[in-house]
């Protein structure tokens, strides 16, 4: 980042324009000021000044500061690279799509706001100042690009070591082997990486520490995360103060491997790495301080691996060939973000063409050879290297079955999430898939996850636990109100907040009261974002203070009308407290702003069915569906409705279509058995019944319930 000046800015402002969908933006000089006449909040045209560069290289955007203390991101950006490579030229961020004004998208919305999404990772000693009483910012900075501190922490001890270090310092020479920083990044100093020349891979030569001081620290702005703490210091895990990002099925492939379209940086993907579980670190390859490679080219991989055997045409099997293949070629394939920006996956993962065949995931392989089928290169690779072909991600098959509901899904997540050889965060990421499969089979899983040395994995425990029972989860989860990582601390207060002050055991009240403070505060870091003032409120009405959640859910749609998700809880707030008619008036007020929202139809269905007008009921509830079919809450209670009305047919229809893509779907298989009993069918209810059973094999009631249909069945009368 970096004020706009003649030397600073890139982009051509001599009189050049772009037309977006409709909108004509223009690029000009006003008395030595950069500026860009553009659409605006109201989409209207209007002109506003740059005040600040972002980035370099590939692509540079500008920022615009407004009145009330927000710096906004233009959508409007410059590309820089030469123009042999398709640069020197302005693009829309957005290329392909047209964002309106009242888009949370839009450059002057929620989504490209500076203060938030952007400042911390590009400034240094940030402090946002985000004033909730007169939604202003005054955000100020240390430094306004990367400076020493945002790596080193606060430097001001180091200083005064150095000058204790001077011929002229008067005081005498201080002797501090930390230099006076906060901490020392000296992993990679404490150990070495002999090659063994049979496998050809180095080995180090030390095992390495469970916090990875220096993953840890790159990841505060390398990882997918969300902030919720301004003290954050270096070398401890992250989790202390950011929410990270583990395996999200909209960054991730099933196997691991980065999506298009949201970029998931390199954290998450390189904890999924062998490399990682070997104790390679960042500064092993980047030479932080230059921001290079520490050897060129694929010489930075050679460093480890022998050229020998890796860079040799019997590993490669690619021979006379344009554009050989490299090293990333095949184990760090890209993926390209903010349309001009390649990025390469840090899982450093086999290429597996015969898992594209059975998961459906990409491949390096057919990156390259797109006109040939998977099923090609699969079998050129088990040519050249044998049918083990094994790798060091195997948790592909896992979470395809989680994804496509698979029988077998809690099984295979149950294992994954036990495999302390697994990346831990792919046992995060299963433990939180597992959330909705519960049973008292996997319980164990939990409370193992709850005792791992990984805060990641010990949150997503505690996120497998959000479905027990309130009477049941003060044990499971109250020893995490005294976790030393925040980040765990907070999400079991918000776990635990259902449970009443009364029904606490007296000797955890403290730590409960300590920790929701921590929760509260962290919530309020953020009070410019509708989310952490939808959390806020949740929290605060499963603590019984529905007054002060309906203050919270407001303020959300008040920062962003577009936030269905707080419509939906101040809903079922005013539900909880009897006022089902406010609840329709603000459901509808976030249908009218936010049409495609399926969770806000589904809410209202639910509403208008309390407040007895069940032909309107059902026509929400079937919008509901209709939005989202990968829910299939949504088509259950439709059906459910629909059965209620006497449409029984068309209730087996809704479920039966649901089924077509949920196979395994404990919900909509109830309802099949309990609606085809209801119309004497019972060789069907059987059928489904066993279907049910393939997935709770531990329901006893289940069992009861098909011995007595079969009996039906034999003796009809």
């Known amino acids: 980042m970096a004020h706009a000046t003649d030397k600073t800015v890139l982009g051509d402002f001599n009189d050049k324009s772009l037309d977006h969908f409709g909108v004509h933006s223009r690029f000009f000089r006003d008395d030595g000021r950069f500026m860009i006449e553009t659409d605006g909040s109201d989409g209207e045209l209007a002109t506003f000044e740059v005040k600040y560069t972002f980035g370099v290289e590939p692509l540079q955007q500008y920022l615009v500061e407004f009145p ?16 042999g490579k398709g640069g ?12 309106k004004h009242d888009d949370v998208l839009h450059w002057t919305k929620l989504n490209q706001n500076w203060n938030f999404m952007c400042a911390e990772c590009h400034s240094t000693g940030l402090r946002k100042h985000y004033d909730a009483a007169t939604d202003r910012f005054a955000t100020t900075w240390a430094d306004i690009s990367v400076g020493c501190e945002a790596c080193h922490g606060q430097g001001s001890t180091h200083a005064a070591w150095a000058r204790s270090q001077q011929s002229w310092w008067p005081f005498g020479k201080r002797e501090d082997s930390s230099k006076g920083l ?3 990044f000296d992993e990679r100093l404490s150990a070495t990486w002999p090659i063994d020349p049979q496998s050809g891979n180095a080995k180090r030569s030390a095992a390495p520490a469970t916090l990875r001081k220096e993953v840890e620290t790159c990841g505060l702005c390398h990882a997918r995360r969300a902030g919720f703490s301004e003290d954050w210091v270096p070398g401890q895990s992250l989790s202390q103060t950011h929410v990270v990002e583990a395996l999200t099925r909209t960054t991730y492939h099933v196997d691991g491997q980065i999506r298009d379209g949201e970029e998931p940086y390199n954290y998450t993907p390189f904890k999924q790495s062998k490399m990682f579980a070997a104790g390679v670190t960042c500064s092993d390859c980047h030479e932080p301080h230059s921001a290079k490679l520490r050897v060129s080219g694929e010489g930075v991989c050679l ?3 022998a050229s020998e055997k890796y860079a040799d045409a019997k590993h490669r099997h690619h021979v006379n060939v344009d554009r050989a293949p490299t090293c990333m070629s095949c184990h760090m394939p890209s993926r390209t973000y903010m349309v001009i920006d390649p990025r390469h996956d840090h899982a450093f993962r086999v290429p597996r063409p015969d898992l594209s065949i059975k ?25 050249w290297f044998g049918p083990d072909r094994k790798g060091f991600q195997t948790y592909g098959p896992a979470f395809r079955a989680a994804h496509s509901d698979q029988a077998d899904a809690a099984a295979l997540l149950s294992v994954l999430a036990a495999d302390k050889i697994a990346p831990a965060v792919a046992r995060a990421s299963a433990l939180d898939e597992l959330a909705s499969r519960i049973s008292p089979a996997n319980l164990a899983t939990a409370r193992e996850g709850l005792a791992d040395p990984d805060p990641m994995v010990r949150i997503g425990a505690l996120d497998m636990l959000e479905s027990v029972p309130t009477s049941q989860i003060w044990p499971l989860a109250s020893p995490l109100l005294v976790d030393p990582v925040r980040g765990v601390r907070i999400r079991a207060a918000s776990l635990l907040a259902p449970v009443p002050t009364a029904s606490q055991p007296a000797r955890d009240r403290a730590h409960f009261d300590k920790a929701a403070g921590e929760f509260v505060a962290a919530q309020r870091a953020n009070a410019e974002r509708p989310e952490a003032r939808t959390a806020l409120g949740n929290f605060l009405a499963l603590r019984g203070q529905t007054g002060d959640a309906e203050i919270e859910y407001k303020s959300a749609l008040r920062i962003s009308p577009q936030y269905a998700t707080a419509a939906v809880n101040l809903a079922d707030l005013y539900r909880q407290t009897g006022r089902d008619g406010d609840g329709e008036a603000v459901l509808r007020r976030a249908i009218a702003t936010s049409p495609a929202d399926a969770a806000a139809h589904h809410a209202l269905g639910l509403t208008l069915t309390r407040l007895k007008r069940p032909d309107q009921a059902l026509a929400e509830l079937r919008r509901a569906a209709e939005l989202e079919p990968g829910r299939p809450r949504y088509a259950y209670v439709y059906a459910v409705a629909l059965h209620s009305g006497g449409r029984a047919d068309e209730a087996m229809k809704v479920l039966n279509e649901a089924l077509k893509s949920h196979r395994n779907n404990r919900d909509v298989l109830s ?32 069992a009861a319930l098909i011995g007595e249909i079969r009996r039906q069945i034999d003796s009809p009368n």
């Open 68 to 83: 009330d203390g927000r710096i906004q991101a233009l959508s409007l950006a410059w590309d820089s690279r030469p123009q």
């Open 88 to 99: 020197q030229r302005w693009f829309h961020l957005h290329p392909d799509e047209a964002i």
């Open 182 to 184: 906060l901490v020392r």
């Open 303 to 305: 460093q480890c691996h």
């Open 359 to 383: 998961l459906e995931t990409p491949n390096a392989c057919n990156d390259c050879h797109s006109d040939k089928p998977a099923q090609w290169a699969a079998a050129a690779v088990e040519q």
């Open 671 to 702: 309802a099949l058995v309990s609606f085809s009993r209801a119309a004497g069918d019972a060789k069907a209810a059987l059928g489904y019944a066993e279907m049910l059973a393939v997935i709770t094999p531990e329901d006893r009631t289940l």
